[in-house]
């Protein structure tokens, strides 16, 4: 006897079997396949109840609602976007940022569609809008169109911090003259000190420089305090990797 196996999962939206293809009656009459035997076919079923809580994240939940859960709304992936969508969620939930992206001035903007392309700034505004008051999942294509991707762009991956700098800049300077002008600077922009200081000797050199963003190490780190732990060890320079001091040699 022939063996054919399927499987349906139940939800709200999708509460009956309907025509899922199973078999095909031209198969099931075969008599070379065996589905019949004396005239009848035996028909097994097993159902599992699941609350929602012991569905993994990995499966479908389509009885999840995240607003009445958590007030919040996810971003749509668009193939490979995820990257994006993460960076959108964390600057929406700034409070400061999220006021400072409301307040840009877009009258002009509007006046600049080009093929139903919105301005960049235009873009995330609407985007921050959707995730403030929708109760579906934002889509962010208009937002990607803004920036000049094709549909192509967006099963491509893009080095987060790379786009994160690119959408900063555009924002810093959609600010620039408005009462929320130096926003983004304020918000991100720090300043890091370098020394370099002699063991032997009595020499010490430092350099300032400012930074938006830091490249921390997460592999080993139990937490964010370990990685900046990690960030500012001091490294003592040997061999090959002395350092010049002026006025007295490699060091």
Same mark, same amino acid.
Request: proline share 3%; net charge negative.
């Given at each position: 006897m022939s063996v054919v196996d399927g499987t349906h999962k139940f939800?709200? @939206?999708?509460?009956?079997?309907?025509?899922?293809?199973?078999? =095909?009656?031209e198969d099931?009459?075969? @008599? @070379?396949?065996?589905?019949l035997v004396d005239d009848t076919i035996e028909i097994h079923t097993t159902i599992c109840i699941k609350k929602m809580s012991?569905?993994?994240?990995?499966?479908?939940?389509?009885?999840?609602?995240?607003?009445?859960?958590?007030?919040?709304?996810?971003?749509?992936?668009?193939?490979?976007?995820?990257?994006?969508n993460s960076l959108l969620q964390f600057m929406f939930h700034i409070p400061r940022l999220r006021e400072a992206v409301y307040n840009m001035p877009n009258d002009e903007d509007e006046k600049k569609k080009k093929d139903d392309?919105?301005?960049?700034?235009?873009?995330l505004q609407r985007v921050f809008y959707h995730l403030q008051t929708s109760s579906k999942s934002v889509d962010t294509k208009a937002l990607t169109k803004s920036f000049g991707w094709s549909n192509m762009?967006?099963?491509?991956q893009h080095d987060v911090q790379e786009f994160s700098r690119v959408l900063c800049d555009s924002l810093e300077e959609k600010m620039k003259g408005?009462?929320?002008?130096?926003?983004?600077?304020?918000?991100?922009?720090?300043?890091?000190e370098n020394f370099i200081e002699c063991i032997n000797v009595d020499y010490k050199s430092t350099r300032?420089?400012?930074?938006?963003?830091?490249s921390l190490m997460v592999k080993g780190c139990a937490n964010?305090?370990? =990685?900046?732990?990690?960030?500012? @060890?001091?490294?003592?320079?040997?061999?090959?990797?002395?350092?010049?001091?002026?006025?007295?040699?490699?060091?």
């Open positions: 939800t709200r @939206e999708e509460n009956d079997r309907g025509f899922a293809k199973l078999i =095909s009656f099931l009459r075969d @008599e @070379e396949k065996s589905f012991e569905v993994p994240l990995s499966e479908p939940r389509a009885l999840y609602d995240s607003k009445k859960e958590t007030g919040f709304v996810g971003l749509k992936n668009q193939g490979a976007t995820c990257y994006m392309k919105e301005p960049i700034a235009l873009a762009d967006s099963f491509m408005t009462k929320v002008d130096g926003m983004i600077a304020e918000l991100f922009k720090g300043k890091l300032v420089e400012s930074f938006y963003d830091l964010l305090h370990e =990685s900046f732990k990690q960030y500012v @060890e001091v490294e003592t320079l040997e061999g090959d990797n002395q350092y010049r001091a002026e006025g007295h040699g490699k060091q």
